[in-house]
């Protein structure tokens, strides 16, 4: 009689928590691997990017925290200097068609010339997939994983939650952080925060 | 002078009159624009009394559907940020924040307002400020407003008081709105209700006894990335009542100290939570061990 309750106990733990464990990027474990399109119409997985190091931006061309770091040239920077160290850099745009950020292929290379941004690669999570796989909030939300896949950074960009552009300088880049920390050696000191930014676009997530 | 144009001037202050009546307020001045909305910067007095505390109010009223953030904003978005401009004899509080909503969708949740709401500010007068005639009050406001999607908006505001020696006497104009705002403020909870906190490796179990059984709750947290926003609450009534299972942030990454927040019981209002947290669950790893240790609510106390 007991040993049963126990048993059903545990089974209703295991039913309601299961849903909840299910992926969901965590610091310190393993990235879930994806598969995606991108605009410029080629297919990158990341696990095929072991051995280096991979940053994950959360992207909304509409946001207007994604603006401050692409009108000040703040993003478009980052991405130049950390390619240019053999990172991957993944732009991700999670928003669902009719939503906000929502683009096309072409929209979205337009925008990537317009912009001079230098990412690896804008993939379009028209469904969501990754963004619910990494349990996106905000764009830009940034993800740094690394050369072992494991998930080293996740969070805001930097410490300055605002729509200003004059508070990029100054703020603590913690993509930066993360990356220069991990590529000599340390511990990374701040290796999870608050993102920061527009609400992700998802399907559905219009009232 | 002639009839026709007495007549005429006649109605024009009838006019007048007539688009000051239709509501109370009328004789406030109109907000300024914020991203669909206003915002104005009002105050319960007629007058500022040196060596008093008087209170300030920043005024919203959005669009329908749009909405504007709460201290801690949740998963998205950043609470409105004020600057103010004060003469050096007056000294400007912290906001004091109603109790919020939770906002959003299924996988991002905020905490926010909707409509209309009034954030008090106390300011406190030096009795230096006896030598003035008046106060001017300026507030430089920075505000981000949503709804499917964010716009930021900046404002500045003023206002000006006379500066009496009298006592304070209220403004008829502006009463009910800090009535009103009054009515929504998280306050300390009864001294002989118990909360306690539990650590239970995923969650957060916090539990309150409270003399009587509580179907609905919803806790805010004051410190972000310490609960799942997004995760549903999981209530369980209690005969004195209830247990409230949050979830813990992934981004919680070491164990805290106090849980502090926000409690708002549907039936009873809003509550200032600061309840220590008890490692207890953590070190057995079992979170279903029954209703966690009772801490007094002497530990319950302002934000």
């Avoid at chain 1, 952080?177 to 990374?188: F, S």
Wanted: aromatic content about 8%; proline content about 8%; overall charge neutral.
């Amino acid at each position: 009689m007991k040993r049963s309750t126990l048993f059903s106990m545990l089974v209703a733990v295991v039913i309601c928590t299961a849903p909840l464990l299910v992926a969901a990027a965590k610091v310190g474990q393993a990235a879930p691997d994806f598969t995606a399109t991108a605009s410029n119409g080629k297919t990158f997985r990341l696990s095929d990017n072991r051995g280096k190091y991979v940053v994950l931006e959360w992207h909304n061309n509409g946001c207007p925290y994604v603006g401050k770091h692409y009108k000040s040239g703040n993003m478009q920077r980052l991405q130049k200097q950390w390619t240019g160290q053999s990172v991957v850099w993944f732009t991700i745009i999670s928003s669902a068609p009719g939503n906000q950020g929502y683009v096309t292929a072409s929209e979205e290379n337009e925008y990537l010339t317009k912009m001079h941004a230098a990412p690896t690669a804008a993939l379009l999570d028209t469904s969501g997939e990754i963004g619910h796989l990494y349990d996106a909030k905000t764009s830009p939300q940034m993800v740094v994983i690394n050369p072992e896949g494991i998930v080293i950074y996740d969070g805001a960009i930097d410490d300055k939650p605002t729509t200003d552009l004059s508070d990029i300088t100054g703020a603590t880049n913690y993509v930066t952080l993360a990356l220069e920390q991990a590529m000599t050696g340390k511990l990374v000191q701040t290796p999870a925060t608050r993102p920061y930014g527009c609400s992700v676009k998802y399907s559905g997530s219009t009232h | 002078m002639s009839g026709h144009k007495s007549s005429r001037g006649f109605s024009a202050a009838l006019a007048f009159l007539a688009a000051l009546l239709p509501s109370a307020a009328g004789a406030r001045a109109s907000g300024s624009p914020i991203p669909h909305g206003t915002l104005e910067l009002i105050a319960e007095n007629q007058w500022v009394t040196p060596g008093h505390e008087f209170f300030l109010g920043l005024h919203f009223q959005l669009e329908k559907g749009w909405h504007i953030y709460w201290v801690n904003p949740g998963d998205s978005g950043e609470p409105p940020r004020v600057k103010w401009q004060l003469p050096p004899d007056l000294s400007p509080g912290v906001i004091e924040w109603p109790a919020p909503q939770r906002l959003g969708t299924s996988s991002v949740v905020d905490f926010g307002y909707q409509d209309a709401v009034t954030l008090i500010v106390p300011v406190h007068a030096e009795t230096s400020l006896a030598a003035e005639p008046s106060a001017h009050l300026g507030a430089e406001i920075k505000v981000l407003v949503c709804r499917e999607m964010c716009i930021p908006g900046k404002t500045q505001l003023s206002l000006t008081l006379p500066i009496k020696s009298q006592p304070p006497a209220p403004d008829v104009r502006t009463r009910e709105l800090f009535a009103a705002a009054r009515k929504d403020l998280p306050r300390p909870a009864p001294q002989v209700w118990k909360f306690s906190v539990d650590d239970a490796r995923d969650s957060f179990v916090f539990a309150a006894n409270v003399a009587v059984q509580i179907k609905q709750a919803i806790f805010f947290p004051l410190v972000v990335a310490q609960i799942d926003n997004a995760a549903p609450q999981v209530l369980h009534p209690l005969p004195s009542g209830f247990r409230l299972t949050l979830r813990k942030s992934d981004r919680l990454l070491k164990p805290i100290d106090r849980l502090q927040g926000v409690l708002v019981l549907s039936s009873n209002g809003a509550y200032l939570i600061d309840v220590p947290v008890s490692k207890r669950g953590a070190q057995t790893n079992n979170s279903s061990s029954g209703i966690p240790e009772i801490q007094s609510s002497k530990e319950v106390s302002q934000q």
